[in-house]
């Protein structure tokens, strides 16, 4: 077997080596807590605040507005869930609004403020994945404590208007969050001209390792934490804090953003020539969210009449590596609600496959995804129709 | 180039026993996990979709350097092996899903898989051999499990490998631990239905068909002439030859003679009233070709763990699938719904569900 390929960027990012040599010291000799006073606690304390510093640059933000956390879930879950909780106080603002094709991340929060007394609101969204700009207007008016739109939806890469929706949300009072996971590197983010009030990015998926996500929150916004203890990163959240990851963080958040304009044209060339070989071989191949304008990253493609569980596993065994929907704690695949929340039908909806490009990508890489793609899905409807 | 085998791996000692022994035979093994059904909640102990199997199905293949997937064929199970288990009950009979889920889920959709993935080989850790393309018995006659494999597609036995067919219960957990396998080695053998994991099979009736089913509502006990002497909560809840749950006060042991949907009635008898002499089989599915006809001796077992007795192939239909069967001796509680399995020796000729007793000894028509 040629060496196999990896198309599954979203999903993770190999930590790159600038990334890894920036962290290193932090795991040797400059291992202090940066809460302690002595010296090897102001080393720790010099990186964790330059860190917080050089990811704040790379948002628009001040250090102060930057959150280290564990992940992105976790940025996700403190932006909804501590907002709502912190404007329980007002009164009158007890709804949380937010799209069906967000992350599980996302979704999962919305789900537990639903239980904690809130209303769970969820925005229309077209065939393509944006959100209608009308169903915005009905459902985030002064009765609702946070709205929450992701950037680059992570299934199918199609951009929202973030622009527009922070800008409304704000003259309506609502705190504005938006899962820039997938956007981040991808999209031109600058928290002085987008009013958003909180942006959630993660580590892992631009280069850092996994266990590490940040959270913007711009001053003067509402928010309670959702752990307790020291008083740690203003008692935001408390822990002792992840001194190396969080270095690996912004080193490779400086990196995606001065590499942006070159890689997403790169991406995009390649992307573009996936597609087309791929609808060149396989001409009723569904490119979903194709009529939207999307990051450059990733491709979602349903060959009708094929499952994507039988094909991820036939792409495996031939070393392409790639994913679908989302995985139960099984991990068998289920459906995913992002297809189904945009109107594909079930069967389309079944033989989904996203691609997503990223640092591994390649020329070669994408030729070889072009034939061999077409190649088992030709086989998959022979043997389906057999 | 080494031949791919895909081996449906439940995280039992059998199925990884075999896995690890195709791997040491040389084989490109992917071990699979299939996902057949979600309790979600209702089982605590058991979260979603038999975790722990497929936790110790990965975990054998981590070991063993194979690929390990899951593969989701719950909707085809719950219409192939679910649905019918349920509707079986409601009519009276008692089924074996785990014969469905070979013919249907394990030798009909996993080998769609097998092919999708360019798998020569289809495994699993079934007590049972194939020789010559023919299905035997399994090695060890206490393990034997050809009796839940007559329904398979006949061409499927020469993609078939079961590596454990040929070694006993013993051998296999030996087998394991010279291989490291400690984790599942001791592993107890699940004695439940996969998909009643509280071995109460009404709960699954009554998830399916509603609490108020006729099969779960109350109905007369009676004797044969129609005496009624009890009352009993739901027919599903007996099966023929069973005496647990049955009224006493009789001069001797009463059993289960029939069930009688129609008027939800459970007949009892006593053991001589159990005594059948032969039996109308459906479904019929040959393993062997040419077919057996009409006038064959042949052996029959009527329930796994029973003898298979000496019989003569009355009636055969080829048309309707549909064979009747005269047993030499007497044979106890031919139940409904159970397999009637026809051997020559060790080798398994073929099967069917047995539609009723024939308390008469049938005879061939002229």
Redesign the interface.
Known sequence: MPEPVYFDHAATTPVREEVFAAMQPFFGPRFGNPSSMHRWGREARTALDEARERLGRCLGASPDEIVFTSCGTEADNMALIGVWRARRGEGSRNAAVSTPIEHKAVLGALHEIAKEGGEERLLMVDSAGRVDASSFDALVRDDTAVCSVMWVNNELGTLQDVQTMAERARSRGVVFHTDAVQAFGKVDIDARRTPFDLLSISGHKIGAPKGIGALFIRRGTPMEPLLFGGSQDRGRRPGTENVAMAVGLARAAELAVAERDEECRRLQALRDRLESTILARVPDAVIHGREAARAPHISNISVPGTES???L??L??RGVACSAGSA???????PSHVLEAIGVSTDVAKAAIRFSLGALSTEAGVDRVAEVFPMLAE??RR?ATA | MRERVLVAMSGGVDSSVAAALLVRQGYDVVGATMKLFCHGDDVPDRPCCSLDSVNDARRICEQLGIPHYVLNLESAFGRDVVHDFVDEYARGRTPIPCVRCNTFTKFRDLVRRADAMDARWIATGHYARVLDGALHRGLDPTKDQSYFLWGIDRRVLSRMLLPVGAQTKAETRTVAHQLGLELIAEKRESQDICFVPDGDHTRVIARTLGADTPSLAHGPIMLRDGTVVGEHAGYARFTVGQRRGLPGGFPEPMFVVAIEPSTRAVVIGPRSELLGRGAVVREVNWLVDPAPVAGDEVRVQIRHRSRAVAGTLVRVSSSEHEVEVALEEPASAISPGQSCVFYDGERVLGGGVIERGRRELPVRAA
Do not use: N
């Open positions: 569980e039988s094909m596993i036939a495996d065994l139960c704690q099984s991990g068998s695949i289920t086989k998959a043997l």
